[in-house]
Structures are given as C-alpha cells and as structure tokens.
C-alpha cells in the first residue's frame, strides 16, 4: 500500500494513520463506497440518452448492488 501511495518506506505510512485498524478502516470504506463511484462513472456514458431509455438502465444499475446485499 505504501508503493501504491509513493510513499518510499512503508513504516511512513504511520506518520498518516495511527495503526493497522486505521488503515483498514480506510480499505473498507473505499471498498464500500467503490459501487457509488463505479455507478457515477457509469453515468458519463448515458448523458445523450432519452430519459424514457435511460431511467429503466438506472434503475437497473441500482438495484444490483442492493439486490447483492440481501442474498
């Protein structure tokens, strides 16, 4: 993780979070939140599309993440 952020040796990684629960605290919430910016990504490419087109694929694209969640 420390490679990945630039950070040249990975005990520096301390000097931004506290201990290891920290950081996995940060791994989880940007686990969590991943679907969000997947979706809103997924946006960009439905901008000229009709809203009558549209609002069946948003819905859709919606539904899946919560429809994972209850299985």
Known sequence: ??????IGSPR????YFK????LLLL???VRERMSLIQ???SMKEL?????K?????????LAHPIA???D
């Open 68 to 70: 994972d969640r209850c």
């Open 1 to 6: 993780m420390a490679r990945a952020a630039g």
């Open 53 to 61: 087109a549209v609002l069946p694929q948003l819905a859709g694209r």
């Open 39 to 41: 979706f809103i990504d």
């Open 12 to 15: 520096l990684i301390y000097r």
């Open 47 to 51: 901008d000229d599309t009709p809203p």
């Open 27 to 29: 791994y989880q919430v």
């Open 19 to 22: 201990d290891k629960t920290d």
